[in-house]
C-alpha cells in the first residue's frame, strides 16, 4: 500500500480544513488507516483511526468532538475533517496503515509523506 496524504495549509483558528490520504495497493479495501501528527521537538501522536469498513472509529481525547475521519473505499481514500481548529494543531499529519486499528504508530506497516497544518491564534 502507498499513501499520499494531502490538503494541509495555513488557517486561523476556529477554522475548518480537510485532509486526504490517497492509496494505491490492492490491500487497501481491508486495511485500518490512522492518521497521526507531529509537532516541531515532540513526538508522532495519535489523533484518528477507522477500520477497514468505516464502520468502527477511534479518536485521540484531545481532537474528539472536532475531527472526524471518514474513508471512501470505492476512491481508496480516507479524509480527516477537522474543524474548530486550535494552534495548538499545528503539526505534520501523516496517515499510515495497517490490518487492523490501533493507537500506536509502531504498529503500522505503511506511512504516506505528511502535510502541513498551521493553525494561527
Known amino acids: 500500500v502507498q499513501l499520499q496524504a494531502s490538503g494541509g495549509g495555513l488557517v486561523q483558528a476556529g477554522g475548518s480544513l480537510r485532509l486526504s490520504c490517497a492509496a494505491s495497493?490492492?490491500?487497501?479495501?481491508?486495511?485500518?488507516v490512522g492518521w497521526f501528527r507531529q509537532a516541531p521537538g515532540k513526538e508522532r501522536e495519535f489523533v484518528a483511526c477507522?477500520?477497514?469498513?468505516?464502520?468502527?472509529?477511534d479518536y485521540a481525547d484531545s481532537v474528539k468532538g472536532r475531527f472526524t475521519i471518514s474513508r471512501d473505499n470505492a476512491k481508496n481514500t480516507v479524509y480527516l475533517q477537522m474543524n474548530s481548529l486550535k494552534p495548538e494543531d499545528t503539526a505534520v499529519y501523516y496517515c499510515?496503515?495497517?490490518?487492523?486499528?490501533?493507537?500506536?504508530?509502531?504498529?503500522?506497516?505503511?506511512w504516506g509523506r505528511g502535510t502541513q497544518v498551521t493553525v494561527s491564534s
Open positions: 495497493g490492492r490491500t487497501f479495501g481491508s486495511s485500518a
Open positions: 477507522i477500520n477497514w469498513s468505516g464502520g468502527r472509529t
Open positions: 499510515a496503515a495497517r490490518s487492523s486499528m490501533t493507537r500506536d504508530p509502531r504498529d503500522y506497516d505503511y
